[in-house]
């Protein structure tokens, strides 16, 4: 079983980070939502998530994944966290996968993974920063084990892509199918 960290700060995207962890826990992937300080974490509207665990708690532990959640200032707070810097580079180091989603690239741009690499964030984040990531406009964009996403609405499609690199296409499928998403066009 695939084995997800999820890192929660104050002023984060609710949207996102619910998405991403009960679409992940659909598809069986164990998922711990870290929170960087004790206690409830106030998203960026106001709801609180309770997370399973701090952070400091899981930095000696090893994942396949880490997902970053955007929202204001959250991503700013995942960004500044020396801890969540430090998790960013060992899980890519050891062939993890890395997925921001809104604003949260950013935290990828500083620790140094976006380089050569084609990206996307919320208007306004990467597409400003000096670097050598290639910017697209796309929902959701994968560039080896480096994923990202532009905001909320992108978020069950972000979510999706994350099942599918860890879990396959089938299992993809599967979750997509309960979820009574409308057919593509």
Avoid: W
Avoid at 37 to 56: A, K, Q, T
Avoid at 117 to 137: E, I, Q
């Amino acid at each position: 079983m695939s084995k997800v960290l999820i890192p929660l700060a104050q002023g984060c995207e609710e949207l996102e980070a619910v998405t991403v962890a009960d679409i992940l826990r659909r598809a069986g992937v164990d998922v711990l939502l870290a929170g960087l300080n004790s206690g409830g974490v106030r998203c960026s509207r106001g709801v609180v998530l309770l997370p399973d665990i701090l952070l400091d708690d899981v930095l000696a532990q090893t994942f396949d994944m880490v997902v970053l959640p955007g929202g204001m200032p959250g991503s700013e707070h995942l960004k500044n966290d020396l801890r969540v810097q430090d998790i960013l580079k060992k899980t890519a180091a050891q062939g993890g996968y890395i997925a921001a989603i809104c604003a949260a690239p950013m935290a990828l741009h500083a620790a140094g993974l976006l380089q050569g690499k084609a990206v996307t964030s919320f208007p306004g984040v990467l597409d400003l920063l000096p670097g050598s990531h290639r910017y697209s406009h796309e929902a959701v964009v994968v560039d080896g084990r480096i994923v990202t996403s532009r905001g909320p609405g992108t978020a069950m499609d972000f979510a999706l892509t994350l099942v599918e690199l860890l879990c396959g296409k089938h299992q993809r499928d599967e979750v997509e199918a309960e979820l009574q998403r409308p057919a593509r066009v």
